[in-house]
């Protein structure tokens, strides 16, 4: 009787273990969460050379593994103008660069910081302008970044050569520039184009005074000047002629033009909304077309 008794202990006791076996496997967890990531480098608005390479530093995170990411970089020529600023006769030398790559990550990681030196190399004859730089990343079990919860980054960075227009702007202060209620804001310097022969020349200029627009999705500020701008302004080539004096672009007789003072309504919103920093940005449009972007900081005073 004990013998028998014992058995029958015995296969109960394995009885439970397997229905607590059971139990685990049913409730085992399924992942739905998308990686994260800060992305360091490039930041909004910064500058690379052709010939150089864009540097790229990011961390990713995953609650159970990390699977892939992917850098997509392409340009933004049409960008802010929305189509008003007419194409010039590109010159077939120069190329709008474009990349796209996934990376692997080391199986079994949840974190990765990833730097990349010389990955990302700029042909040197790329086409200077405005260019998206988007990086999107999965994990092991399919789960992907998106633009609609913001969790896949997309910034915009200009990329430079040597035959862009340069814009020189003489009346900063601390490399900066000043606007104050009921003063005409000046810009005073000139717009010049390095290139000779067929592809010579500038034919538009795009002027954008504002809170600048790195902040679609970050610096939603719910006022008034978080979604319009102080100035917009644009030339083509025919309008642009009078402002122009031995092949250069006058900054000072745009201005003039424009005839912008900041008013008192204005300011109060800009204190509301704790801004005390506007951005100045030049678009200058040649004929080889290249778009050489100039980013000023604009100090405003509040008293």
């Keep these: ?39 360091e480098d490039p930041a909004f608005g910064e500058s690379f050379s052709a010939g150089n390479s864009v540097h790229f530093e990011a961390a990713f995170t995953d609650d159970i593994e990390l699977g892939a990411y992917k850098i997509d970089i392409h340009n933004n020529f049409d960008g802010h103008s929305h189509g008003r600023i007419a194409k010039s006769t590109e010159d077939p030398a120069l190329i709008k660069w ?15 910081d990833v730097h990349l030196h010389d990955e990302l190399e700029i042909p040197l004859n790329t086409m200077a302008g405005p260019y998206h730089f988007i990086l999107s990343a999965v994990d092991r079990s ?21 035959s862009m227009p340069a814009v020189d702007i003489t009346n900063l202060s601390n490399d900066e520039l000043e606007i104050e209620v009921g003063q005409t804001f000046m810009v ?30 970050d610096h939603d500020h719910g006022g008034r000047l ?16 009078p402002f122009m004096a031995d092949g250069a672009i006058v900054l000072d007789l745009i201005f003039e033009e424009i005839n912008f003072s900041l008013t008192q309504q204005q300011l109060s919103e800009l204190i509301a909304e704790e801004v005390d920093h506007l951005q100045l940005m030049i678009k200058v449009y040649d004929e080889q077309g290249n778009i050489a972007v100039s980013i000023t900081e604009v100090h405003v005073h509040m008293d």
Excluded: W
């Excluded at 474009?98 to 990765?112: E, H, M, T, V, Y």
């Excluded at 500038?202 to 504002?210: D, P, Q, T």
């Design 1 to 39: 009787m004990k013998r028998n008794s014992g058995s029958l202990l015995s296969g109960i006791a394995l009885i439970c273990l397997t229905i607590l076996a059971g139990c685990d496997n049913g409730s085992e967890t399924v992942d739905t969460s998308a990686p994260t990531i800060e992305l």
């Design 142 to 162: 399919g789960n992907a970044t998106s633009y609609q919860d913001n969790s896949t980054k997309e910034v915009e960075i200009y990329l430079t050569n040597g």
């Design 98 to 112: 474009s990349f796209s790559q996934s990376f692997d990550f080391d199986a079994g990681l949840k974190n990765s």
């Design 188 to 217: 005073t310097g000139n717009v010049t184009d390095p290139t000779d022969g067929q592809y010579a020349g500038m034919h538009a200029i795009e002027i954008v005074l504002g809170e600048g627009h790195e902040g679609e999705h």
């Design 226 to 241: 978080a979604e319009e701008d102080l100035i917009d302004f644009d030339l083509d080539e025919e309008a642009l002629e």
